[in-house]
């Protein structure tokens, strides 16, 4: 069943995935989920960030996997004075990013109705109506914001000949990659694997159906993805520069 895009509502539903170990984020991560980290500088651990930004783009109920410490999430979770409704999920046995994906969409409030997600190691700011909107524009199942983030090395560029003409730091990647928000029609639910990774197997097919799309991260709006203590410190000396 496809829809008209203006009959498509803006989706107030989400799923955050926030079961990885973030080994390597470690000692971070020893005595929390990833997610739980806090952004230098804030007193507030990425996943708080997330829900006010899912918040203030008129998100009201969010359902968040857990996985790795899922305790220390839920207690935080519990003593947070939270911008919108919050239920948790946990996986009895690892199914994988897809599994584990239509596992915690079991749990939205609206099963008929759009939902976003996002990895839980993403900070950033972006319209997600305008993304949601892109979505019901292409009469998509499945849209994809896409980033294209700094290459952390420096680059050489040459001439025809070989001639070194200059150094640029950390140039922007010539390619776009997957940046972990996602917007999904209610009937892709039931596409995703009871487990394995969707990224393998639904997310091909519904390219060659061309029933997915990638929507591009406004350029100036902030993403990152916070992997290393490395990515921590840039965060927080971006951080830093916009105030």
């Known amino acids: 069943m496809t829809h008209a895009p203006h009959d498509v509502p803006h989706p107030t539903q989400a ?6 170990q973030g080994s390597r984020l470690r000692p971070y991560t020893d005595d929390r989920p990833k997610p739980m980290v806090e952004i230098p500088g804030t007193g507030v651990p990425i996943i708080g960030h997330q829900l006010t930004w899912l918040a203030a783009e008129g998100v009201t109920d969010a359902v968040i996997s857990c996985g790795h410490l899922a305790e220390v999430l839920r207690d935080w979770l519990d003593a947070a004075e939270l911008p919108l409704r919050v239920s948790t999920v946990v996986e009895s046995e690892p199914l994988g990013r897809g599994g584990g994906l239509k596992y915690a969409a079991a749990a939205l409030p609206r099963p008929h109705e759009p939902w976003f997600a996002t990895n839980g190691d993403i900070w950033t700011r972006f319209s997600l109506r305008e993304m949601s909107a892109f979505h019901a524009e ?6 994809l ?3 294209r983030p700094r290459i952390p090395w420096g680059a050489v560029d040459t001439d025809e000949f070989g001639h070194v003409l200059d150094f640029i730091e950390a140039p922007p990647s010539p390619y776009l990659i997957n940046a972990g928000v996602y917007v999904f029609a209610a009937e892709f639910t039931k596409l995703l694997p009871d487990r394995g990774d969707h990224e393998r197997a639904t997310f091909p097919r519904l390219a060659r159906e061309r ?12 993403w990152r993805a916070i992997d290393t203590a490395k990515d921590l410190r840039e965060a927080a000396r971006e951080l830093n520069a916009e105030r």
Do not use: H, N, S, W
């Open 138 to 143: 292409r009469d998509a199942l499945a849209t």
């Open 211 to 222: 029933l997915l799309a990638g929507f591009p991260i406004p350029q100036g709006a902030y």
């Open 145 to 147: 914001a896409l980033a």
């Open 15 to 20: 799923v955050v995935l926030a079961g990885g």
